[in-house]
C-alpha cells in the first residue's frame, strides 16, 4: 500500500500543480471515514474490500466475477461519492501458500486438496477469521475442518511462522515477496470462493470535479502494475532496504511514466 501510494502521489507531483502530501500508517478501518470527511483525497484500494467490507457496500460475492469492479465503481460513487479510477493490473486476493516439498509430499495444488490434510496448522492474519470473505466462508465452501483452529497473527510474522516450521499453510496475499524469494505453492482457489482484489485509485468526487487533471494523470497507470511487477517491489523494499519512495521512482522511470 505504501508503495502505491508514492507511485500515487510521485504521478501527481510531477504532471500536476498540486501540492501531494501522504498520510503514512493509516488504518483500513478508518480510511472510508477519512475519505469521506475529506481528510484524505485519494488511496489505493481493493474492489473485493470494498465489495464485502461492511464499511463500504456489504455485497455478496456475485457469480460473475467480471462484474465487481462495475458494480463497485456504481455503488461507491452513488452512495459515498468516491470514484474508483481505472484498475492498476494487480489482482491482490488471498493466497494460500504451501512450501514446495508440503505442496510434493500431500499433493497439494488446490484449496480443495486441504480437505484430505486436516492434520496441516494454518495461520491466518488478525483479520482474515472475522471477515466476510475470511475464514467461516472459505471453510464451508470447501469442507476445511483442520485439527487445529487457524492461528491468528500479526500479518508481518505470516511467513516467519512457515518458516520456523510452527506452520503449514499461510494464508497471505497473492502480491507477498514471500512467495517468490521462499519458493513457496499457491494453491487455487478452485471453487471461486475469493473475489477479485484489483486495486486502483480511490479517489474523492469533489476532488476531481475541482481537479479533472487527477482523473487522466492516475489512469496512466492502468495496467501497469500486475501481481509479479508488485511483488519485485515489494521485495525491492522488504529484501533489497530501499525506500518506498525510491522503489516507486525506479519504477515510474522504468515506464516513462515521469515525463511530460
Given amino acids: 500500500g505504501r508503495i502505491l501510494s508514492e507511485i500515487i502521489r510521485q504521478m501527481l507531483v510531477a504532471h500536476s500543480r498540486l501540492r501531494v502530501g501522504l498520510v503514512p500508517n493509516m488504518g483500513n478501518n478508518i480510511v472510508l471515514q477519512s475519505l469521506r470527511a475529506g481528510t484524505i483525497d485519494v488511496y ?9 467490507g461492511k464499511d463500504a457496500l456489504g455485497l455478496d460475492v456475485p457469480a460473475d466475477k467480471a462484474r465487481i469492479s462495475a458494480t463497485v465503481r456504481q455503488g461507491m460513487q452513488s452512495r459515498f461519492h468516491l470514484v474508483l479510477l481505472d484498475l492498476f493490473g494487480l489482482n491482490n486476493t488471498y493466497a494460500l501458500c504451501v512450501p514446495r516439498a508440503t505442496a510434493e509430499r500431500d499433493g497439494l495444488q488446490r484449496i480443495s486438496d486441504l480437505a484430505h490434510a486436516p492434520e496441516l496448522r494454518v495461520v ?8 466476510p470473505d475470511g475464514w467461516r466462508g472459505l471453510a464451508l465452501a470447501y469442507g476445511l475442518h483442520p485439527q487445529q483452529k487457524p492461528r491468528q497473527i500479526s500479518p508481518d510474522l505470516l511467513y516467519r511462522a512457515l518458516e520456523g516450521g510452527e ?10 515477496w514471500q512467495i517468490d524469494a521462499l519458493d513457496l505453492v499457491v494453491l487455487a482457489d478452485d471453487r ?16 476531481l470535479n475541482r481537479h479533472p487533471e487527477v482523473r487522466d494523470i492516475l489512469n496512466r497507470l492502468v495496467g501497469r502494475i500486475d501481481d509479479v511487477t508488485m511483488r519485485r517491489l515489494n521485495a525491492a523494499v522488504a529484501l533489497g532496504k530501499r525506500s518506498e519512495e ?3 521512482r525506479e519504477f515510474l522511470a522504468e515506464q516513462k511514466l515521469l515525463g511530460p
Fill in 246 to 248: 525510491a522503489v516507486a
Fill in 192 to 207: 471461486g470462493y475469493f473475489p477479485l482484489y484489483h486495486a486502483a485509485p480511490l479517489v474523492r468526487e469533489a476532488l
Fill in 167 to 176: 506452520a503449514d499453510v499461510v494464508c497471505g496475499f497473492a502480491t507477498d
Fill in 124 to 131: 491466518v492474519d488478525l483479520e482474515f477469521l472475522d471477515r
Fill in 44 to 52: 489505493p484500494e481493493y474492489t473485493g474490500n470494498l465489495l464485502t
